[in-house]
């Protein structure tokens, strides 16, 4: 009898995790507090790792179509991946919200460039009367 590629007790632990793990995401989701850009990227990313949870055999698959002689490697060199596309996707957005606060900024002291200029004329106006 071969031994099964992840122990069922460890396959039960890590798919409760990560339905508790998504269940959290959608929580942060609904409140508002989670983005829902940021939270598809959490939940595509947790039902791959439940599908790799649930067929071992295809994450020995994407190792071997990847030539990567331990499964675990694969595992980890996608995790890496994975990491460094969310730190981007965050940067990305970071450097929006920068650009968006930078503009905003610049609007609101012509606004008030603009509001300090007609109140020097109101009140000369009212001086004048």
């Known amino acids: ?11 039960m632990v890590v798919c ?5 793990f998504s269940a959290w995401v959608v929580y942060l989701l609904r409140k508002g507090r989670l983005g829902l ?7 595509l ?13 295809l ?9 990567i002689e331990v499964p675990s490697n694969a595992l980890f ?3 890496i991946l994975y990491l460094t596309l969310n730190v981007l996707s965050l940067t990305i957005a970071l450097s929006n919200g920068a650009t968006r606060a930078r ?14 200029a007609l109140r020097a004329q109101f009140d000369k106006l009212a001086a004048g009367k």
């Open 59 to 67: 994450l020995r698959s994407i190792a071997h179509g990847l030539t």
């Open 16 to 20: 409760g995790t990560l339905i508790a």
């Open 37 to 43: 850009r940021e939270s598809l990227l959490w939940i």
């Open 77 to 79: 060199a996608l995790a």
């Open 1 to 11: 009898m071969t031994q099964p590629l992840l122990p069922l007790e460890l396959q």
């Open 103 to 116: 503009r905003l900024t610049q609007e609101c002291a012509l606004l008030r460039g603009e509001l300090d």
């Open 45 to 57: 990313s947790t039902a791959a790792v439940f599908a790799m949870t649930l067929f071992p055999r």
